[in-house]
């Protein structure tokens, strides 16, 4: 009697997106603490991949060449995660879009400003600063001001459509105004240079947009 064929079992990928993530993390955390500690361009892919346990060529698989590195460094430490989650569709924007309120809509923003600085601030300057010198560092400091502005855009323009400007103040004004307050420029001088923490900085934007804004 013939015993019955086996059949293959189903391959079960969730192992290996698993490891993928864990790599990846371990990949965007040691980029961090070399490109904070030591700069951009003393920070190589092979220092990152002897710092997270993985070869180089995981990194250039994963997440690619040092400027892709350190734009998806950047994307985790603004939201304060790795989920695939637009930034429109993040709980803080769904909160801001729906606070009736543009006094405390600016103020929260700024509250929201207190809490990303201190984990975006010091790599945006040491990308800004490589900037000068290195062409993919400058390509990525262009992008991300890019961004910058293009959020802001948005941001102006929700509270134009709100009703909520100030007569005389210009949607592209407001844009401006926005744009320079949540600059990494502004929170080097005041906190890290004139040593203001966060919390005070935070506060202070959101002051100072309620009374140029609204």
């Not at 769904?94 to 601030?121: C, F, Q, T, W």
């Amino acid at each position: 009697m013939k015993s019955a064929s086996r059949q293959p079992r189903p391959y079960d990928a969730s192992r290996r997106q698993e490891q993928a993530r864990e790599n990846r993390r371990a990949i965007l955390d040691a980029a961090r603490r070399r490109f904070v500690e030591h700069g951009y361009a003393a920070t190589t892919i092979a220092a990152v991949a002897a710092d997270a346990g993985v070869s180089v060529e995981t990194i250039y698989k994963s997440v690619g060449k040092k400027p892709e590195v350190a734009k998806a460094v950047f994307d985790v430490a603004v939201v304060g995660d790795d989920e695939d989650v637009p930034m429109l569709q993040r709980a803080f924007v769904a909160r801001n879009r729906a606070e009736p309120d543009p006094r405390r809509k600016l103020e929260a923003y700024g509250e929201h400003l207190a809490a990303v600085a201190p984990r975006i601030s010091p790599l945006l300057l040491v990308i800004r600063d490589a900037a000068a010198t290195d062409a993919g560092a400058a390509d990525l400091w262009e992008q991300l001001q890019d961004e910058r502005l293009t959020g802001m855009t948005m941001f102006a323009a929700h509270l134009d459509e709100g009703g909520h400007l100030r007569a005389g103040v210009s949607r592209a004004e407001a844009r401006d105004v926005l744009w320079t307050h949540n600059s990494v420029e502004l929170w080097d001088l005041l906190v890290r240079q004139r040593g203001w923490t966060d919390d005070r900085f935070g506060a202070w934007v959101g002051g100072q947009l309620v009374a140029a804004l609204l």
